[in-house]
């Protein structure tokens, strides 16, 4: 099971507790009266699906309810971070480029 952390509560809570809200940083015309019903419908019906990162827009629906935004590896499924809806998409190179966690050293 994965586990995926809220940047809002800020625990990592079992996958079952969130939804998917398909893709992030979408951006709506100014004037939705102007666009052609085929650049509407692009908008509303056709997402990008590809290989690899995908920015992607995340709901905590039995913890805080609150909307956030996660960059995933659709290949290994690998939560790289995730950050507050309305913020900025985080560097990726950067994100790739940072060196594993160690994992914590165990108590005895």
């Not at 085929?38 to 019906?45: G, R, S, V």
């Not at 590896?73 to 900025?88: I, N, Q, R, W």
């Amino acid at each position: 099971m994965l586990l995926i952390k809220c940047p809002y509560c800020e625990e990592e809570r079992p996958e079952l507790e969130f939804r998917n809200a398909g893709e992030a940083h979408l951006v709506r015309a100014a004037s939705i009266v102007e666009q052609s019903d085929d650049d509407f419908a692009a908008y509303l019906y056709f997402r990008q699906n590809p290989k690899g990162l995908q920015f992607e827009r995340w709901r905590h629906i039995h913890g805080c309810g609150r909307f956030f935004n996660a960059v995933r590896d659709s290949v290994s499924d690998k939560f790289l971070t995730v950050y507050k809806a309305g913020e900025p998409r985080p560097n990726v190179e950067m994100l790739l480029s940072r060196p594993p966690v160690a994992a914590p050293e165990q108590i005895e």
